[in-house]
T-cell receptor, first 115, second 115 residues
Framework: AQSVTQLDSHVSVSEGTPVLLRCNYS??????LFWYVQHPNKGLQLLLK??????LVKGINGFEAEFKKSETSFHLTKPSAHMSDAAEYFC?????????????FGSGTRLSIRP | DGGITQSPKYLFRKEGQNVTLSCEQN?????MYWYRQDPGQGLRLIYY???????QKGDIAEGYSVSREKKESFPLTVTSAQKNPTAFYLC??????????????FGEGSWLTVV
C-alpha cells in the first residue's frame, strides 16, 4: 500500500541558510514522486517530480530532491532560502503500473523564513 | 495560456443550501479531480473522473456530487447533506488517470464558508 510521511509539520530557517524538508514514502510498485508548493489561499504549484529517470531531480526556484530507494526517501533541499520561499510544501506519491493505485498527499510542511 | 479556472474564489452558503463550484480546464486533460483542504491539513480526494460521463468517489464523497458532461468541465455540488462544508476546495487535472504517474495541475481554489 502507498503512504507518504512528511516528517516535520513546521520548519523555520534563516534567510540565506539551507532548507531541508523531509519526506519518506512506501510503495509496492515503481512510484512517481512529486513536491508541490502552496502559497496562502492559492492552488498547488509543481516544484519537481521523479519518474524513474535521474535520482537527483532539479526543480524550479532552486529546489532539488534526491530519490533514495534504499532509504525510501525523497527529501527536498535548497542551498539558500529566500523570504519568498515561505509557504506550505506537499510531498506526493503516485504508483504506476497498478490498477488499484492512487495518489497520496503528505500532510504538508510549513516553511517559515526568518529575516 | 492553458490552465484550470475555478469560480467563485469565495462563496458563502446558508445552512441547508446546495452550492456548486465551477472548474474549467483548457489543457485537454482527460482526468479531473476535486480535493478538499481544511486549514493546516493536507488534501483529501472527494471525486475524480478519468473520462467524460464517468466519475468515481474518492475518500470523502458523502455530501458531494459531481458531473462530467464535457471534457473541460467538472463542477462540484456541495449538498445540504455535507455537515461541515467550510473548507478550501481545489480542482485539478492530469493527462492520464490516477495510476499513470502523470503530473497533476491545480486551480487556484475556492473558499466555501457556511454562515
Amino acid at each position: 500500500a502507498q503512504s507518504v510521511t512528511q516528517l516535520d509539520s513546521h520548519v523555520s530557517v534563516s534567510e540565506g541558510t539551507p532548507v531541508l524538508l523531509r519526506c519518506n514514502y512506501s510503495s509496492s510498485y515503481s512510484p512517481s514522486l512529486f513536491w508541490y508548493v502552496q502559497h496562502p489561499n492559492k492552488g498547488l504549484q509543481l516544484l519537481l517530480k521523479y519518474t524513474s529517470a535521474a535520482t537527483l531531480v532539479k526543480g524550479i526556484n532552486g529546489f532539488e530532491a534526491e530519490f533514495k530507494k534504499s532509504e525510501t526517501s525523497f527529501h527536498l533541499t535548497k542551498p539558500s532560502a529566500h523570504m519568498s520561499d515561505a509557504a506550505e510544501y506537499f510531498c506526493v506519491v503516485s504508483e504506476r503500473d497498478s490498477s488499484a493505485s492512487k495518489i497520496i498527499f503528505g500532510s504538508g510542511t510549513r516553511l517559515s523564513i526568518r529575516p | 495560456d492553458g490552465g484550470i479556472t475555478q469560480s467563485p474564489k469565495y462563496l458563502f452558503r446558508k445552512e441547508g443550501q446546495n452550492v456548486t463550484l465551477s472548474c474549467e480546464q483548457n489543457l485537454n486533460h482527460d482526468a479531473m479531480y476535486w480535493y478538499r483542504q481544511d486549514p493546516g491539513q493536507g488534501l483529501r480526494l472527494i471525486y475524480y473522473s478519468q473520462i467524460v460521463n464517468d466519475f468515481q468517489k474518492g475518500d470523502i464523497a458523502e455530501g458531494y456530487s459531481v458531473s462530467r458532461e464535457k471534457k473541460e468541465s467538472f463542477p462540484l455540488t456541495v449538498t445540504s447533506a455535507q455537515k461541515n462544508p467550510t473548507a478550501f476546495y481545489l480542482c485539478a487535472s492530469s493527462i492520464g488517470g490516477r495510476s499513470s504517474g502523470n503530473t497533476i495541475y491545480f486551480g487556484e481554489g475556492s473558499w466555501l464558508t457556511v454562515v
